[in-house]
């Protein structure tokens, strides 16, 4: 018996539709910039082409964000750890037995928690993308699975009502 628990960032835009967001957003802009050369205001242009060269930048990181993902394999013995980024695969394995799940406080009052499989001096952070609410849901869920150091319910049981 085994539980899988896929993880990925919310990119709800496609490639194709960030393209055609900004293509549509260069023309409006560069085109509203074009108006205020032709009044004699020329320092509009190169701000609003920096602007749109930001707005690019942005665009692209958030899509190859949206390639990231891991996957948490726990079975009986072990637990895997899975990341995927567009640079390739990293598999961290862990004792089931000997492995805790830790949700730690932010370190400041507006940050975000951080979910970490910790086993004899190792840890690994899991879901930094999610939400702090998806983040909370998915640390109880690992608790439920995985149990605290030295236990490990069994998996039939711990596999009825789960959700995220």
């Keep these: 018996m085994e539980q899988r628990i896929e993880l990925a960032p919310n990119c709800s835009l496609k490639p194709a539709a960030a393209m055609?967001?900004?293509?549509?957003?260069?023309l409006f802009s560069l085109g509203f910039a074009l108006f205020f050369?032709?009044?004699g205001f020329?320092?509009?242009l190169p701000f609003s082409a920096l602007e749109m060269l930001v707005l690019g930048l942005c665009?692209?990181?958030?899509?190859?964000?949206g390639k990231y993902t891991q996957t948490v394999l726990i079975t009986e013995s072990q637990i895997s750890l899975v990341t995927r980024t567009r640079r390739g695969a990293q598999k961290q394995e862990f004792a089931r037995h000997w492995t805790k799940v830790r949700l730690?406080?932010?370190p400041r009052r507006h940050g975000s928690s951080r979910l970490t499989i910790e086993s004899r001096g190792r840890a690994c952070e899991v879901g930094s993308f999610l939400t702090e609410e998806e983040r909370c849901r998915l640390a109880e869920r690992l608790h439920y699975l995985v149990g605290g150091m030295n236990e490990s319910p069994p998996l039939e049981i711990a596999n009825r009502g789960d959700r995220i």
């Design 42 to 44: 020329w320092p509009v």
């Design 20 to 26: 055609l967001f900004f293509a549509s957003t260069c």
């Design 59 to 65: 665009l692209l990181a958030s899509m190859r964000r």
């Design 104 to 106: 730690r406080s932010p």
């Design 37 to 39: 050369v032709f009044k």
